[in-house]
Structures are given as C-alpha cells and as structure tokens.
C-alpha cells in the first residue's frame, strides 16, 4: 500500500484561512459508506443524522498555547518550541525550530527569564526533550507567553483564539484542536442530547501525528507517534450498554475514533484506563468500536485520511473528496465536515 495512493489534488484556494462567524453554519457532507451515495447538508442538521439512542463520543481536551519563542541564553539566538506532551513533571517532549541551534545542556529563556526550557536530550526531526524552570504556576506562566499552534496551512492571524478551542474544551494537553468537535455549540449539543442521544466525554491530547506527514513510501512502514488517552469507568459502562444493545457509537474526530478503538482493540470491551497509544488506522483495519464518525476534510497523505478510508474504502472517499473540491467545500482545520455512517 503507497502513500501516494492517498494524494488527491486540492486548489489552495480551498484551505479555510478563517472559521466561520457560527460554528454549525459549516457545511456537511453526508457519505455512506458502504454505497458512496453522498447529500450535502450544513452542520447544524447533523441531529437529522443522528438516532435517539445513538451515543456521540467528543474529545474534550484543550489547546495549550504551545507555541513559545525566546532566546539562547549563551548567544541570544532566536528559538521556538512547540510543547507536544508533558513525559513528566517539568520534563516536556518539544519541536525545536532550529533545531540544530539547540544540543544537550542549552538553555533557552523566555519572557525575560520568566520560564526557561534546558535540553536534556535529542530525538529525531526537531524533538528535544527540555525541562523547564519556573516561579509560579507552569499554565498560568504559558498563557501569558505561549500562543495557539495554528496549523502550518493557516497563514491568516486567529482573531478570537478560543475558535481553535472546542466549545466543551476541558483538559489541557494538545498542541492542536480535534477540529471535528470545533462545529459543535453549545445549544446544537442540547438538543442533540433533549433527542435521546447520550453524549459521552474521552481525552486523547492531541500531539506530534497532526503535524507529522508520512514521508514513507510504504504506508506500513509509517511510525505514528504516541499520544495520551483517558476513559472514564462512567463512560466505559454507557459504551458498553451501547454495543450490548446493538445501538450506534458515533465519534467525533479521529482523535475520538483513535482513542475508542485503541481500548476496544487492547482489551476486547471499554474500561476504565488512562494510557499512551500509538494506534495507525489504514485500510484494511476491522473497526471494533465505532458504527459511524463526523470527521473534517484531510490532508492528502495523511494518515487521517487513511484513517476515514478504512472506515468507508478508498475509492469512495477519493471520490467523495472529488465531489467536496467540485462542490468548494472547506478544507482541513477551519473547513466544512463530513458525516460517515
């Protein structure tokens, strides 16, 4: 299987620069996934889609203002770090741009000195790991230095930088938004759950995989890179009565899709359990959770679109896609949404 299968031609002029005033005015593209038979809809009637005793599964992580920049403290070279997940305590894996400016035992400072980050050691493609020092609270002391890791496709300043933050963002952790939740409001979620539909809360703290492209030939070769996940036993029972009765778990995102099938593949049922996964979907995976998924529209060759294609196919996902660019939908982070049941 080639990366290059999964290419699809995209105009720039197609990649939202900007989200939309209100949230559900985004458009959404309904796909059956076994037929391919494709309706184009807008956002907030999503609830059409939806079946009284369906249980909707939405990632409630929050966005860390995980871009810094400062300054080498022996040279004064300018440094940006972009945090991706905390290992432990103060210790944090980072992307570091340059990163050849920045070896073991450099100390970068910012904000005058109010934090610093010190190299502990070197990883691949930019990846340090730092520990960083401090008076004060570590968030409080990010928030007033850091800024929203907008992807690298986005060239346009975020206005309102809560519009990179689900409406039911909770725990902090991501360096960038599960942006299938990013259509929800808050009264669509109300009368989602006033039809019957039990919504549930997961935590997947979205890290390096969003900003990674496949660069192998080879798509099984591809290394995802691991990413935090919690469930709680309150979830994992309603999950559970779901699948006993035969009703539909629908995710939104793949960040929601990942986590899901990361615990129904390792332990064969949901449960309680916080962990690391490092799960890559592509076709030819069984789904072993899910029944359908709201998703956004992806990067050609990424591994989110290989995700959507095994859960439908291939063929009728590059076909969907087809229809999405003649029809000028919105693409990635900011764009239009896609319901696949």
Wanted: hydrophobic share 40%; proline share 3%.
């Amino acid at each position: 299987m080639k990366t290059d299968d999964f290419n699809y031609e995209l105009p720039e002029e197609l990649i939202a620069q900007t989200p939309l005033a209100k949230r559900d005015d985004s458009r959404l593209m309904v796909l059956n996934r076994k037929t391919g038979e494709i309706k184009h809809e807008i956002f907030h009637n999503i609830i059409n889609y939806l079946n009284k005793g369906d249980v909707l599964v939405l990632n409630d992580t929050k966005v860390m203002p995980a871009r810094i920049i400062g300054e080498k403290e022996d040279t004064g070279a300018i440094i940006e770090l972009l945090l991706l997940k905390n290992i432990k305590n103060d210790k944090w894996e980072v992307l570091v741009k340059p990163a050849k400016r920045v070896k073991v035992g450099t100390t970068i400072s910012f904000g005058n000195g109010m934090l610093k980050a010190t190299c502990q050691s070197i990883g691949e493609e930019g990846i340090r790991e730092v520990e960083f020092t401090y008076d004060g609270i570590f968030y409080e002391i990010l928030d007033k230095l850091g800024s929203m890791p907008l992807p690298p496709y986005i060239k346009e300043k975020l206005a309102d930088k809560d519009r990179y933050q689900t409406v039911y963002a909770k725990h902090i952790g991501s360096a960038a938004a599960p942006t299938a939740g990013l259509h929800f409001t808050k009264e669509l979620l109300n009368d989602i759950a006033n039809k019957g539909i039990e919504i549930c809360y997961i935590t997947l703290h979205v890290g390096l995989g969003t900003f990674r492209p496949v660069n192998v030939e080879d798509v099984t070769t591809h290394k995802m890179h691991s990413e935090f996940y919690q469930m709680t036993k309150e979830v994992a029972e309603v999950l559970n009565k779901a699948k006993k009765d035969g009703r539909r778990i629908v995710s939104v995102g793949t960040t929601s899709t990942r986590t899901l099938e990361t615990i129904m593949t390792k332990y064969g049922t949901f449960k309680e359990v916080s962990g690391w996964t490092d799960i890559f979907i592509y076709p030819g995976y069984e789904f072993k959770a899910i029944d359908a998924q709201i998703t956004n529209f992806h990067l050609p060759k990424s591994t989110l679109i290989m995700l959507v294609s095994a859960f439908a196919s291939k063929e009728i996902i590059l076909n969907a896609y087809g229809e999405a660019v003649r029809q000028k939908y919105r693409f990635f982070s900011f764009g239009d949404a896609m319901f696949i049941e």
